[in-house]
């Protein structure tokens, strides 16, 4: 089952255009969510993150949208660059549910291309 | 650099054998964790330590893994009496106190 889950496996946007990658959740226990990016042969570069108390937070070019209603996520990159071609992963933890294990658990990604 | 380094970065076995990787993590980082990506999945979530302790084990961790921290700074992860379905990136990350944590590169095992 398939607590988080990232609908679309690849999106393909111009360079300088808005690149936006959708994220869902079904476990109300998750209350911190966090986005990564992954280049191939890599590990996860965290990027940006939020806490269910917010509905926004930006930093820089990257910028996270929580609807905590819908349990939907999204994150905006403007403008897209190609070094921002990588797959991009949704994760979500359990922050408040007690204890210091903040495990993450992933969606399965979607591989932005950015195109010059 | 003082990022997460994981050894080694590539593993070939043969089914049977048994594989140790190790982690070291960010220095100040008391947080420990494994995960395990297979290809077109996230990574799923194997240990967790907090200092030398181990927390958590998912159920993803048979028997034949073993993890340590004996000291609180780098860890180990062996698996015994390999299997094809192992092939897998192996991930450590690490944290302080923070929700966010810092991926090291992986060592990624095939098993033959």
């Known amino acids: 089952d398939q607590q988080v889950k990232q609908n679309s496996p690849s999106l393909s946007v111009q360079e300088g255009r808005i690149s936006i990658l959708n994220c869902d959740y079904t476990?109300?226990?998750?209350?911190?969510f966090l986005w990564y990016k992954k280049y191939p042969a890599e590990g996860p570069t965290f990027l940006i993150s939020i806490s269910s108390i917010k509905d926004k937070n930006e930093d820089g070019r990257f910028t996270v949208f929580l609807n905590k209603s819908a349990k939907h996520l999204s994150l905006h990159i403007v403008p897209s660059q190609p070094g921002d071609s990588a797959v991009y992963f949704c994760?979500?933890?359990?922050?408040?549910?007690?204890?210091?294990?903040?495990?993450?658990?992933f969606g399965k990604g979607t591989l932005l291309t950015v195109n010059p | 650099d003082t990022g997460v380094s994981q050894d080694p970065r590539h593993k070939i076995t043969k089914r049977g054998q048994n594989v140790t990787f190790r982690c070291d993590p960010i220095?100040?980082?008391?947080?420990l964790y494994w995960y395990r990506q297979t290809l077109g999945q996230g990574p799923e979530f194997l240990t967790y330590f907090q200092n030398e302790a181990q927390l958590e084990k998912s159920r993803l961790l048979s028997d034949r893994f073993s993890a340590e921290r004996p000291k609180g700074s780098f860890s180990t992860l062996e698996i015994q009496r390999t299997e094809q379905g192992d092939s897998a990136m192996y991930l450590c990350?690490?944290?302080?106190?923070?929700?966010?944590?810092?991926f090291g590169p992986g060592t990624r095992l095939t098993v033959t």
């Open positions: 220095s100040e980082h008391n947080r």
């Open positions: 990350a690490s944290s302080h106190a923070g929700v966010e944590q810092y």
């Open positions: 994760a979500a933890s359990p922050r408040r549910s007690g204890g210091s294990n903040y495990k993450l658990t």
């Open positions: 476990n109300s226990m998750f209350d911190y």
